[in-house]
């Protein structure tokens, strides 16, 4: 069974500060990680994947296998960074299948 | 192109009735997955479908079903509706909707059941 556990509810931190955002999965495949935003009065939108290894609004996560986690982090927040952000597995091939966590709410204080 | 949009925006019903909702994907798109989100919760993956094919099922009861049509757009029903069914679902498309796409979602339709 896929699962995604998300521990913290909610996130504060100041502006400028680093963050990070805590996501363990549990699967006994090969998964493909996501990170979805959701800002306040917008639709849910993807952040990044662990497959592009890119950096998105200064956004990065690692996969790491070991230790089953895909934590999101940002050197410096920013008040825009604010926003519901959910982790997300996909078992991948050809029955795409999103499992969420519960989120975690971030607020960046000025 | 205005993304995926689904309607109605907000719909209440009583227990026992029939819902159904719909969803337009991306132009090109030709996968359509639904996800019910209840309060508090990261969304819920329902169905999914490819080229009007049903390709994948979470844990939810028969109550619940959905199709899609030859223009790739897609409707989820549900019947005998019961006080827990109510939250928001959430319509996403994808290209091929393999394993790898990236899913757009649609703004979601509330519904809440009295």
């Known amino acids: 069974a896929q699962r995604v556990t998300q521990p913290e509810k909610l996130l504060s931190v100041f502006k400028g500060a680093p963050v990070e955002l805590k996501c363990n999965y549990s699967?006994?495949?090969?998964?493909?990680l996501f990170w979805y935003v959701q800002y306040s009065r917008q639709r849910l939108q993807l952040l990044l994947r662990?497959?592009s290894r890119e950096s998105i609004k200064g956004f990065t996560a690692d996969l790491n296998k070991g230790e089953t986690s895909f934590h999101l982090k940002k050197p410096f927040a920013q008040e825009e960074d604010s926003a519901m952000y959910y982790c997300a597995l996909s078992s991948g091939g050809s029955n795409y299948k999103l499992t969420f966590g519960k989120g975690t709410l971030l607020t960046v204080n000025p | 192109d205005a993304g995926v949009t689904q309607s109605p925006t907000h719909l209440i019903k009583t227990r026992g009735q029939h819902v159904t909702l719909r969803c337009s994907p991306i132009?090109?798109?030709?996968?359509v997955s639904w996800y019910q989100q209840v309060l508090g919760q990261g969304p819920q993956f329902i169905f999914q479908y490819y080229e009007k094919e049903e390709r994948g099922r979470g844990n939810f009861p028969d109550r619940f079903s959905a199709r899609q049509f030859p223009n790739y757009s897609s409707e989820l029903n549900v019947n005998a509706l019961l006080l827990g069914d109510s939250a928001l679902y959430l319509c996403?498309?994808?290209?091929?909707?393999?394993?790898?796409?990236?899913?757009?979602f649609g703004p979601g339709t509330r519904l809440t059941v009295l």
């Open positions: 699967y006994s495949g090969s998964p493909e």
């Open positions: 132009s090109g798109h030709k996968s």
């Open positions: 996403a498309s994808s290209p091929i909707g393999g394993g790898t796409d990236t899913q757009y």
């Open positions: 662990h497959i």
